[in-house]
């Protein structure tokens, strides 16, 4: 696996993430003194760039299968900096609004996945694709630290700073990437428009769409109140960061036993539905914490348990469901849902805020819990399964329409991508049923033929 090329790329995926996610549990606090401010303009300024984030993402990334890589790469990082220096220097809540809507216009991530597909080869992108998923998850909880750290040393404008820097750094690297002698051919792991009906077809996948909807909803809306929850109990902003550290490294402690019950012992639905309850508890836990420390460790503790499951789990049950060469139309489904959740989540979130109160955003939270575990019940688990990665020549001298055939009739084979292009085979296999033997079984086949 090209090392330095996947660790640049998960940096700048990571440090761009961080940036985005730094003002969650600071914004609603400190954006009061915001001329303009209230819960229903703060809630769009903190959702905000999941609209920009939704409607630019596929067409960026399209964009940069004609005009290269880099350039789109590097024009989404400047997006982000200006809007990351508008917000910083908002002298009203207007204008937070509208950096926070560039930040978001950055919209570089279907690029750096498609970049990622471009500079490793086939056999090296599931794990290439997984260090990324990890820098992904490992920015979210150093965002919670950092954030309110920084918000206690320079203000909110100084957060803004911060990203802008972030940003700098990130063009940087971008200009030490290897530039690929072109585009891999294949559309598996982007955007495909013969792909769109398929996809939209599959009701498996829009449940996840929902899911991943109603997440990233939950988690808008819960940093409108949350941050306050926490001043009540009489946490400065630095110690807020200290706690979010102490709950993050617990969160991921209790990751670890809930994916091997999940993966290991073959029950990933019956995780799912664990991780809604206990982020449902979370939830229930804050609403009635208000003013009593304790309290309110224990339910940023249960919604970071819960919160993590889901966003861990959802891309992997995705990439499990999605046929491979649909895969990428399918994660541009997936996240397109995931940034248009965090929009509404912030947008009506702090319109309910200023109408009812918490207590309304709280219960309309768990409403949204509630169709999610219906709908999980009812919805078949994914396979547990693997991928192999053969090359076309390593099979013999025979039309990929026939491997095709004969390799999706072996037992245990859940899927088969031909990747003529790059000359290779990805095929996703039950990782009980299927026997690595039978291959060598179906060329010795083929060639008595």
Avoid at 203 to 222: E, K, P
């Amino acid at each position: 696996m090209p090392l330095r090329t996947v660790v640049s790329i998960s940096l700048i995926y990571m440090t761009r993430m961080l940036g985005l996610f730094m003002v969650l549990p600071v914004l609603f606090l400190l954006g009061q003194d915001y001329p303009g401010a209230t819960a229903t303009t703060l809630g769009i300024a903190l959702g905000i760039y999941g609209l920009t984030q939704a409607s630019l993402q596929i067409p960026l990334g399209l964009l940069s299968d004609v005009v290269g890589r880099r350039p789109v790469l590097l024009a989404g990082l400047l997006i982000f900096l200006i809007g990351s220096v508008v917000a910083a220097l908002a002298d009203d809540v207007v204008w937070l609004i509208v950096g926070r809507a560039l930040q978001g216009a950055g919209a570089i991530s279907s690029t750096l996945l498609a970049l990622l597909a471009d500079l490793t080869p086939p056999k090296y992108r599931t794990r290439a694709l997984a260090v990324v998923g990890i820098s992904i998850g490992a920015s979210f909880t150093l965002a919670m630290v950092v954030g309110p750290l920084a918000a206690q040393w320079w203000g909110l404008s100084g957060v803004f700073g911060l990203t802008a820097v972030m940003a700098l750094a990130c063009m940087g690297l971008v200009l030490t990437l290897p530039i690929p002698e072109r585009s891999a051919q294949d559309g598996y792991q982007r955007w495909q428009a013969s792909a769109v009906l398929p996809v939209l077809a599959d009701r498996r996948l829009w449940s996840l769409n929902l899911g991943v909807f109603f997440l990233h909803a939950i988690l808008a809306s819960a940093f409108l109140f949350l941050p306050q929850q926490l001043q009540a109990a009489e946490l400065s902003l630095g110690q807020q960061g200290l706690m979010y550290l102490v709950v993050g490294v617990l969160a991921f402690l209790a990751l670890g036993p809930m994916m091997a019950i999940s993966e290991r012992r073959g029950k990933p639905r019956l995780m799912l539905l664990v991780a809604q309850g206990i982020l449902a508890l979370g939830l229930l836990t804050l609403g009635n914490s208000t003013g009593h420390l304790g309290w309110t460790l224990l339910a940023v503790l249960l919604f970071f348990v819960g919160f993590n499951f889901l966003e861990a789990s959802l891309p992997s049950w995705l990439s499990r469901m999605a046929p491979t060469g649909q895969r990428g139309t399918a994660m541009g489904f997936f996240s397109t849902a995931q940034f248009l959740g965090a929009a509404m989540g912030g947008a009506l979130g702090g319109r309910m805020l200023d109408v009812s109160g918490m207590s309304l955003v709280l219960m309309v939270a768990l409403i949204l819990l509630l169709i999610w575990f219906m709908l999980t019940l009812f919805q078949s688990a994914p396979p547990l399964s693997r991928q192999l990665v053969l090359q076309l020549n390593e099979l013999g001298d025979r039309p990929a329409h026939v491997w095709q055939e004969h390799l999706a009739a072996l037992d245990g084979v859940l899927d088969v991508h031909i990747n003529e292009a790059e000359g290779s085979v990805m095929l996703r296999v039950s990782r009980n049923e299927f026997d690595e033997a039978a291959l060598p079984a179906v060329q010795d086949n083929r060639k008595t033929e």
